[in-house]
């Protein structure tokens, strides 16, 4: 079973030659002007037929107070109908909570696809899935250092943390929509994941400044097909350049990132 969200990635994919989700996270700190609606709106507009999709975090613009989820909405505008948005919120709570998480973000926001927080177990994560044409991406194995202190834990029978969320994750899975973000730092892990997964979408995260391999990165998370992932980049193609330029350094920055994710990929296949 194939859902809306899979097939809506999988063709812009397929139109854009492209498997690079852009991270669409402003820091005013590192933006080349404070406009955050207008920054966004001009790397989207430069990066758009180079992405397989684009992916906000909700903290970059809840921190900026009551106005930020506007200020979000506006960013996100010039974002083609074709490209999913695959909204980072890493939402887990108990069912009622999250029946509530799920309605903002799919129904009040629009969003092609969530990330979700499984530590609460089915019924904080069910209330997502039953948006079936909608993805929901379980956090599974993420890409920062401290990841290993739970996600390593072995349990008594053997398996480690991450592999059996990735297992609860399949289960779930019977709408075709569930997903795991599988970090680019970790590709032993990632390559685990595939071979525990090998039809579910992975986002993997940490390629960039949390200097994970990229070609590990690939090579470990795409399916037997060259598909089925997501690889994430946010600083690396949103601060290629504070001067005027920015728009167009992003657009050399997506540029190569997108052609050295296909040349792996491509290598990876040819060695299958």
Known sequence: MCSVFAEKLRAAAAGNNSYLCIGLDPDPALMAHPHIPSFLQEIVDATSDLVCAYKPNIAFFEALGTGGMQTMLEGLR???????????????DIGNTARMYARALFELYKFDAVTVNAYGGRDAVQ???????????????????????????????????????????REWNTNGNVGLVAGATWP?????????????????????????????????????KGEQFVLNVSRGVLYASKGDDYPEAARKAAQKLRGRINLMREAALARR
């Open 78 to 92: 010039s974002v083609p109908k074709h490209i999913p948005i695959i909204v980072d919120a890493k939402r887990g």
């Open 127 to 169: 209330p997502f899935i039953d948006y079936a044409d909608r993805g929901v991406i379980v956090w599974c194995r993420s890409s920062n250092p401290g990841a290993e202190d739970l996600q390593d834990l072995m349990l008594d029978d053997g398996r480690f943390v991450f592999e059996a969320v990735a297992e609860r994750a």
């Open 188 to 224: 032993e892990q990632t390559e685990r994941l595939r071979e525990m997964c090998p039809d579910m979408t992975f986002l993997v995260p940490g390629v960039g400044l949390q200097e994970g391999d990229l070609e590990a990165a690939v090579q470990a998370a795409m399916d037997d």
